[in-house]
């Protein structure tokens, strides 16, 4: 309850502070992830860069560095120090214990870092997580007067009932803690309508939407580019016999890969059905689990192959594929997976699982198609594979899709939210 209580007192101050001023084309973008994990904030980063802004891009960084956008003049990057490798969350309880240290560790190292940067107008960060991201927005804007932005991914609430259940404590805490600590903020960007409509009836506004978008280096390519890029992929595959499915999955518990393995194997029952090459990318906790349930559970006409692609190979491998297979299980209901819009980057029309947002990018039989259980992910598979009709039908929906990018979206969305004051 003080927790609330201090939460509540802090949002107070922050109403009765008025907005102060922005006077620089600065902005600090927070990531508390692997920077070069977090697509998207690399993009806003290298978008606001592009406009001429000084961005200071905080997050975690393995050896190779920040990712793909280190060298941009205009971005500076920091990397925030990790704890040792032994204090991980094994279990339930070792989670309850080591998190409150592992964000105790984490708001020093980053407040240290956030006061040696020069002072920014603007600090973006990602929702989720919010703790302690929310509260280091508020705490530099009572501090330096740095505007406090977030960008809305998804609710955190709602992947920790994930793992804790939807009525732990916890979780409800959490909500509370998203929800009022929102308020405070100077703006909110969202990835859906979905989830715009959602934070307003939480009377969290101003509130716009900027959808992910592919960057320019996820394109379409023609077929016989395709034959000189198979080579990425690291099994024989040939484009004349067979079809090429490509899935991605960070194998956690929101995408169900069994799913999709059930509706496999139903093909695999189909009579003449044309031979398959599953690709399915992406590293995790589930993936040894998979390769032993496949080496068990052999598919005759639907080969696997399981590999991880570097960033520079994995556009050019899926822009092999004939289709994709999205099984994104929103947590929230109102996040869009980002790697259904890289493979429309890349031209590529996809079956995606149900769920309540995902109609804002899927569009059924125009880019692809919508599954609500395994065997109409199975009936879909099919006859993109049978049907050379639907198949390029799709494809061309796709490759229609694939002409919206990231700048074009940004451009026209955000750069009218981030105003200096003369
Ligand atoms: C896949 O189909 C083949 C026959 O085409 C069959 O022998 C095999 O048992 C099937 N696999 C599974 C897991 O059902
Ligand atoms: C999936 O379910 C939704 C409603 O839950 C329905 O509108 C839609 O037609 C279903 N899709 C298919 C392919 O049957």
């Given at each position: 309850?003080?927790?609330?209580?201090?939460?509540?007192?802090?949002?107070?101050?922050?109403?009765?502070?008025?907005?102060?001023?922005?006077?620089?084309?600065?902005?600090?973008?927070?990531v508390l992830g692997r920077i070069d994990q977090s697509p998207r904030m690399q993009y806003h980063a290298l978008s606001f860069a592009k406009q001429g802004w000084k961005v200071d891009l905080v997050g975690y960084q393995d050896k190779k560095g920040p990712g793909l956008f280190q060298n941009h003049?205009?971005?500076?990057?920091?990397?925030?120090?990790?704890?040792?490798?032994?204090?991980?969350?094994?279990?339930?309880?070792?989670?309850?214990?080591?998190?409150?240290?592992?964000?105790?560790?984490q708001l020093l190292s980053i407040l240290f870092i956030l006061f040696k940067i020069k002072q920014a107008s603007y600090f973006l960060v990602q929702n989720p997580p919010s703790i302690p991201t929310f509260l280091l927005g508020h705490v530099l804007y009572l501090l330096r007067g740095t505007r406090f932005v977030i960008d809305w991914h998804n609710f955190g609430y709602t992947i920790l009932a994930l793992k804790l259940g939807k009525e732990h404590p916890f979780v409800k805490l959490l909500r509370i803690y998203e929800r009022v600590l929102a308020k405070g903020a100077?703006?909110?960007?969202?990835?859906?309508?979905?989830?715009?409509?959602?934070?307003?009836?939480?009377?969290?506004?101003?509130?716009?939407?900027?959808?992910?978008?592919?960057?320019?280096?996820?394109?379409?390519?023609?077929?016989?580019?395709?034959?000189?890029?198979?080579?990425v992929i690291p099994e024989e595959f040939n484009p004349e016999k067979e079809k090429l499915l490509v899935t991605s999955t960070s194998w956690t518990p929101d995408e169900n890969i069994y799913a999709l393995w059930d509706a496999l194997k139903m093909y695999n029952e189909t009579r003449n059905a044309v031979p398959l090459l599953v690709l399915v990318t992406g590293k995790g906790p589930g993936k040894p689990d998979f390769v032993k349930h496949l080496q068990k559970n052999p598919l005759?006409?639907?080969?696997?192959?399981?590999?991880?692609?570097?960033?520079?190979?994995?556009?050019?491998?899926?822009?092999?594929?004939?289709?994709?297979?999205?099984?994104?299980?929103?947590?929230?209901?109102?996040?869009?997976?980002?790697k259904v819009v890289d493979l429309f980057g890349c031209g590529v029309p996809v079956v995606a699982w149900n769920f309540p947002a995902i109609s804002e990018l899927v569009h059924d039989h125009k880019n692809g198609f919508i599954a609500n259980d395994s065997n109409e992910l199975f009936k879909k598979i099919e006859l993109l594979c049978s049907d050379e009709h639907v198949l390029q039908s799709v494809r061309q929906g796709a490759f229609e899709e694939s002409k919206n990018r990231w700048d074009d979206e940004w451009n026209k969305k955000i750069p009218r939210l981030f105003t200096i004051d003369s």
């Open positions: 309850m003080l927790a609330i209580r201090i939460l509540l007192f802090l949002s107070a101050v922050i109403f009765i502070n008025s907005r102060r001023s922005a006077k620089s084309k600065r902005i600090i973008i927070l003049p205009n971005i500076q990057s920091y990397a925030i120090p990790t704890l040792p490798g032994s204090l991980t969350f094994r279990s339930r309880l070792s989670f309850l214990l080591v998190a409150p240290v592992k964000i105790l560790h100077f703006l909110h960007i969202t990835v859906s309508y979905s989830m715009q409509q959602v934070l307003l009836e939480w009377g969290i506004r101003p509130c716009h939407v900027c959808y992910d978008r592919p960057p320019a280096h996820f394109q379409p390519v023609q077929d016989a580019t395709r034959k000189s890029n198979l080579h005759g006409k639907v080969r696997f192959c399981l590999p991880w692609f570097s960033s520079e190979d994995y556009p050019r491998a899926i822009a092999c594929a004939d289709f994709g297979v999205s099984l994104h299980q929103s947590s929230s209901g109102h996040d869009l997976p980002m």
